[in-house]
């Protein structure tokens, strides 16, 4: 049974930094996309960043320049690297990962649990 569990969250000021992880578990035989998604209250969940399994990366306009998605392909893990930090940013952040399991004719879709970041002084 595949799973993502997320590590890293917490409370922080405007302008610190955080990191968030998502390790992959279970019989997996490869993972394209991986992801970072993010939900606010009252809001629809939005897409953060992106990155192949060959490191080409994505980022919303919003975050662009402060925050960096990175992975380690042999330990099935996806990171984001958060810097200066706005009250904005507070949500709850999804990990995501396009996950080809043991005995799979096909890709499929995998969410993490969620770890909320939340911004304040």
């Known amino acids: 049974q595949v799973q993502l569990v997320e590590s890293g969250g917490g409370l922080v000021q405007p302008g610190g930094s955080l990191r968030l992880s998502c390790a992959a578990s279970?019989?997996?035989?490869?993972?394209?996309?991986m992801a970072w998604y993010r939900q606010a209250p009252g809001k629809q969940r939005e897409l953060v960043a992106t990155?192949?399994?060959?490191?080409?990366?994505n980022y919303v306009d919003s975050v662009k320049g402060r925050f960096t998605i990175s992975r380690d392909n042999a330990k099935n893990t996806v990171y984001l690297q958060m810097y200066s930090l706005k009250p904005e940013d507070t949500a709850v952040y999804y990990c995501?990962?396009?996950?080809?399991?043991?005995?799979?004719?096909?890709?499929?879709?995998?969410w993490g649990q969620g770890t909320q970041v939340s911004v304040s002084s």
């Open positions: 995501y990962a396009h996950i080809l399991p043991q005995f799979s004719a096909s890709y499929a879709p995998y």
């Open positions: 279970g019989t997996i035989v490869s993972i394209n996309v």
């Open positions: 990155i192949t399994s060959g490191g080409n990366t």
